[in-house]
Structures are given as structure tokens and as C-alpha cells.
T-cell receptor
């Protein structure tokens, strides 16, 4: 299984709503990532989890709250979003150094299909 | 901030042409990814390179670590190759640092 799944595929929410995005992988990866991609722009890193602990937060507003309940799951909780938060939210996962000895698997990131979020 | 530069930004070619997309970066990296994204779609990893050259079907990726440069080549291009191609690097941080992306190359292959 070399797949990263994300749900939902599409989400429309109002500015007062609370919603969550979900990401799942069963490749034994211990690093998981959230990226945000605005239209016609490259993705930008939001958060990194290493061994289920938040290791990088790229100065993301607190209305985005990540959670990694176990090594296979990554959530992004959304609350009081703004219309400018509308974007494609991508999840990715990879092995971590020390997890595998050598080889390309060390750093390759596997991407999910994304959740297209519209904030109205 | 460390940058990843891609060229060209836009490329239109005829079916069958040989395509080259270039990527350069400023500091040492652990690995470089070439990614493909179709309009409205998710991202697919084409290659992950840390040295040398890799080939998969009609796609070839090369990297020159000393010159901090990588190229993606498409041979016998086809309209279905039309997509955005993105170069992304992981800097030599030792842990999981996330990827830094280039701005992408929008490729259109006309029949």
C-alpha cells in the first residue's frame, strides 16, 4: 500500500463553522506533513509531525490546528476561517532518518490527492 | 529564504518534441523531487533524486549536486503530458523538514 488518502475531497464551510480534514497512510511513515496550495501557486509547508510530535509550524494562524493521534493519521482542525484560506490542502508522508538504513525511501514524500476547501 | 528557481515558467510545444525543464537551488540539499500536477488535481511524485540520473518511461531526471542544478526531460512528448511540473527540494537538515517548492513549469503539449 503506497497510498495517502485524504477526506473529504471537497469542503465548503462558512466562516463560523468548525470542520476537520483527515489524512491517512499505512506505509509505516513516521513523518507527516500539511501543505497549503493557493490557485496557480506552488504548495507551501504548514506543519510537520515527526514521530507523532509537532516538529515544524511555519507560523500558521491558530485557526488551523493540527493533530496526529497516531502514526497513521493526521488531522487538520479548522475554525473561524477566512475566505482567503480557500485553497487545496495537501497531506504528505515520508520515512524519517533512522527508520530505514539507506536508499531513496529515506526522503521520498508521498502526497495525498488533497482537499479542496472553499470558505464562504 | 533558500530559493528554488525553475525555468521556463510556461512552455508550449508540439506533440513529439523533446522537452527540458530546469531547476536550480541555492544551498545543499538532501534530495530533490520532480512532481507533476494536472489542473485541479493532486500531486504525483515522478522522481526523487539525490545524485545522478533516473529514467522512467519517457521521463528522465538528472541532478548535478556540484552545480546545484537538475533537469527533467520528456522524450516524444504527448498531449497527456500537459501539466504543471514542480521541482521541490529537501534541505540538508537531517530530519523531516518539509519540501521547498519551485514555482512550477506549466507545460502544454499541442497535438
Amino acid at each position: 500500500d503506497t497510498e495517502v488518502t485524504q477526506t473529504p475531497k471537497h469542503l465548503v464551510m462558512g466562516m463560523t463553522n468548525k470542520k476537520s480534514l483527515k489524512c491517512e497512510q499505512h506505509m509505516g511513515h513516521r513523518a507527516m506533513y500539511w501543505y497549503k496550495q493557493k490557485a496557480k501557486k506552488p504548495p507551501e509547508l504548514m506543519f510537520v509531525y515527526s514521530y507523532e510530535k509537532l516538529s515544524i509550524n511555519e507560523s500558521v494562524p491558530s485557526r488551523f490546528s493540527p493533530e496526529c493521534p497516531n502514526s497513521s493519521l493526521l488531522n487538520l482542525h479548522l475554525h473561524a476561517l477566512q475566505p482567503e484560506d480557500s485553497a487545496l490542502y495537501l497531506c504528505a508522508s515520508s520515512h524519517l532518518p533512522g527508520q530505514v538504513g539507506t536508499g531513496r525511501a529515506l526522503y521520498e514524500q508521498y502526497f495525498g490527492p488533497g482537499t479542496r476547501l472553499t470558505v464562504t | 529564504k533558500n530559493e528554488v528557481e525553475q525555468s521556463p515558467q510556461n512552455l508550449t510545444a508540439q506533440e513529439g518534441e523533446f522537452i527540458t525543464i530546469n531547476c536550480s537551488y541555492s544551498v545543499g540539499i538532501s534530495a530533490l523531487h520532480w512532481l507533476q500536477q494536472h489542473p485541479g488535481g493532486g500531486i504525483v511524485s515522478l522522481f526523487m533524486l539525490s545524485s545522478g540520473k533516473k529514467k522512467h518511461g519517457r521521463l528522465i531526471a538528472t541532478i548535478n549536486i556540484q552545480e546545484k542544478h537538475s533537469s527533467l526531460h520528456i522524450t516524444a512528448s504527448h498531449p497527456r503530458d500537459s501539466a504543471v511540473y514542480i521541482c521541490a527540494v529537501m534541505y540538508s537538515g537531517g530530519g523531516a523538514d518539509g519540501l521547498t517548492f519551485g514555482k512550477g513549469t506549466h507545460l502544454i503539449i499541442q497535438p
